[in-house]
């Protein structure tokens, strides 16, 4: 089996798999309230060439867990088939999706039954006024509903992802902390990172990891949890000497691109050693003109083998990827 490592040692083995660049809600530090020109339809991968490069990622490149993202993946029609077909391929692969819960209530068992282990949700707020204000839609309830499928699904541990945005909804990471704990989920705050379609990033403007971390000890006692991080993006923190935890994702003031184990796959079949990376290594034309299984895989080899040390927001050279999250996939 090939590895696809890079010249500093690290090793990816988490696979993040856009299926579609397209999305539902219009979230103010994703994209604008108009939307975005999304990919063309003959650039996206069909189902089958999904399949067909997880598989040789799984089967070929080591790859131990694949997330599916967007986008919004749940709009993807034949999301439910691709998992179905990556789960009959592999037993052991930990399959799970990121996704901003609208269609999750719906979806939540079929996924569960084709062979998801389990869900990350995108939630920032629980304030029916804050979310409107942050995504343009009123579809709260229909996240919260979906939360709940998930949960009774087994697609567990279920995960909460929020980004605080200053002056929106940092001030409600206490409350945001309080309800998923009630509700057993695990949550995850994650710094604002320069990837919004609008180019408007600002990093003074930015809620920090510190910062996230002294709002919620205004009412919790946090303490650092003894696990073994292991490349994970979280830094965990005990809540009130637990069981319950809390993890903050401080991409921009701690980077860990030190321990970072992941590549990524866009809807349209770029591989992406980083999330910032500003190059990107076309699989699709080799899928397409009959590459072999093998050349394939050499192609992941040679895109991942480059990868910078680091990906340098701090550095003033830095340059913020002409893809948004949409296109990329978390």
């Given at each position: 089996?090939?590895?696809?490592?890079?010249?500093?040692?690290?090793?990816?083995?988490?696979?993040?798999?856009?299926?579609?660049?397209?999305?539902?809600?219009?979230?103010?530090?994703?994209?604008?309230?108009?939307?975005?020109?999304?990919?063309?339809?003959?650039?996206?991968?069909?189902?089958?060439?999904?399949?067909?490069?997880?598989?040789?990622?799984?089967?070929?490149?080591?790859?131990?867990?694949?997330?599916?993202?967007?986008?919004?993946?749940?709009?993807?029609?034949?999301?439910?088939?691709?998992?179905?077909?990556?789960?009959?391929?592999?037993?052991?692969?930990?399959?799970?999706?990121?996704?901003?819960?609208?269609?999750?209530?719906?979806?939540?068992?079929?996924?569960?039954?084709?062979?998801?282990?389990?869900?990350?949700?995108?939630?920032?707020?629980?304030?029916?006024?804050?979310?409107?204000?942050?995504?343009?839609?009123?579809?709260?309830?229909?996240?919260?509903e979906g939360l709940e499928a998930a949960s009774a699904a087994g697609?567990?541990?279920?995960?909460?992802?929020?980004?605080?945005?200053?002056?929106?909804?940092?001030?409600?990471?206490?409350?945001?902390?309080?309800?998923?704990?009630?509700?057993?989920?695990?949550?995850?705050?994650?710094?604002?990172?320069?990837?919004?379609?609008?180019?408007?990033?600002?990093?003074?403007?930015?809620?920090?990891?510190?910062?996230?971390?002294?709002?919620?000890?205004?009412?919790?006692?946090?303490?650092?949890?003894?696990?073994?991080?292991?490349?994970?993006?979280?830094?965990?923190?005990?809540?009130?000497?637990?069981?319950?935890?809390?993890?903050?994702?401080?991409?921009?003031?701690?980077?860990?691109?030190?321990?970072?184990?992941?590549?990524?796959?866009?809807?349209?079949?770029?591989?992406?050693?980083?999330?910032?990376?500003?190059?990107?290594?076309?699989?699709?034309?080799?899928?397409?003109?009959?590459?072999?299984?093998?050349?394939?895989?050499?192609?992941?080899?040679?895109?991942?083998?480059?990868?910078?040390?680091?990906?340098?927001?701090?550095?003033?050279?830095?340059?913020?990827?002409?893809?948004?999250?949409?296109?990329?996939?978390?």
């Amino acid at each position: 089996m090939l590895a696809l490592a890079d010249r500093f040692g690290r090793v990816a083995t988490d696979l993040r798999v856009s299926v579609t660049d397209r999305c539902n809600l219009r979230c103010t530090y994703c994209m604008p309230a108009e939307g975005l020109a999304w990919l063309p339809s003959p650039s996206l991968l069909s189902d089958d060439e999904i399949v067909r490069l997880v598989t040789i990622g799984v089967r070929d490149l080591g790859i131990t867990s694949v997330r599916f993202t967007g986008g919004e993946p749940l709009i993807r029609p034949g999301l439910l088939g691709i998992v179905a077909a990556v789960r009959a391929f592999s037993a052991d692969v930990e399959l799970s999706i990121t996704t901003n819960g609208l269609g999750l209530a719906r979806l939540a068992v079929p996924l569960a039954d084709a062979g998801l282990n389990r869900v990350n949700v995108s939630l920032d707020t629980i304030r029916p006024e804050t979310y409107v204000d942050l995504t343009r839609r009123d579809r709260l309830h229909d996240v919260i509903e979906g939360l709940e499928a998930a949960s009774a699904a087994g697609l567990g541990p279920v995960k909460v992802n929020a980004v605080l945005m200053r002056g929106v909804n940092d001030d409600q990471a206490p409350e945001l902390l309080a309800w998923a704990l009630e509700r057993g989920y695990e949550l995850r705050f994650i710094e604002h990172m320069p990837l919004d379609a609008q180019h408007g990033w600002d990093r003074s403007t930015m809620v920090t990891a510190a910062q996230i971390r002294e709002s919620l000890s205004s009412r919790f006692s946090l303490t650092p949890a003894d696990v073994l991080r292991d490349g994970a993006p979280a830094e965990l923190f005990d809540v009130d000497g637990g069981p319950g935890r809390v993890g903050v994702i401080a991409s921009v003031t701690q980077p860990f691109c030190s321990d970072c184990d992941r590549v990524r796959l866009t809807a349209d079949g770029q591989l992406r050693d980083c999330l910032f990376a500003t190059e990107e290594s076309d699989l699709r034309t080799a899928l397409r003109r009959g590459d072999t299984d093998a050349e394939l895989a050499q192609r992941w080899v040679d895109g991942v083998a480059g990868k910078r040390r680091a990906h340098g927001i701090d550095r003033d050279d830095f340059v913020q990827p002409d893809r948004p999250m949409s296109a990329i996939g978390g």
